[in-house]
Nanobody, 111 residues
Framework: QVQLVESGGGLVQAGGSLRLSCVASRDIFSYAMGWYRQAPGKPREFLALITSGGSTNYADSVRGRFTISRDNGKNTVYLQMNSLKPEDTAVYYC??????WGQGTQVTVSS
């Protein structure tokens, strides 16, 4: 069992930056870790993935603006978000493997 807690969300103006953190309750070195988001009335959307070996993959909508990273020593995965747009407004979720989700953190981007 892995508990995940996201933080770092908030209100930011368009063009601004935020860094989200996801802290796990135990070691995550063997897990692929991902970030997703869900806007009101829309399905949950994949954003970024980092494998246990450090390889990364991004959705087209965020490639070049968002960066996923991990610190296994701190059981933490990050999502650096730059050049934010109003359409990035959503609840952002962390995922460990395929089974474990965090509770989400709200990101609101004002125009």
């Amino acid at each position: 069992q892995v508990q995940l807690v996201e933080s770092g969300g908030g209100l930011v103006q368009a063009g601004g930056s935020l860094r989200l953190s996801c802290v796990a309750s135990r070691d995550i070195f063997s897990y692929a870790m991902g970030w997703y988001r869900q806007a009101p009335g829309k399905p949950r959307e994949f954003l970024a993935l980092i494998t246990s070996g450090g390889s990364t993959n991004y959705a087209d909508s965020v490639r070049g603006r968002f960066t996923i990273s991990r610190d296994n020593g701190k059981n933490t995965v990050y999502l650096q978000m730059n050049s934010l747009k109003p359409e990035d407004t959503a609840v952002y979720y962390c995922r460990a493997g395929v089974a474990y989700w965090g509770q989400g953190t709200q990101v609101t981007v004002s125009s």
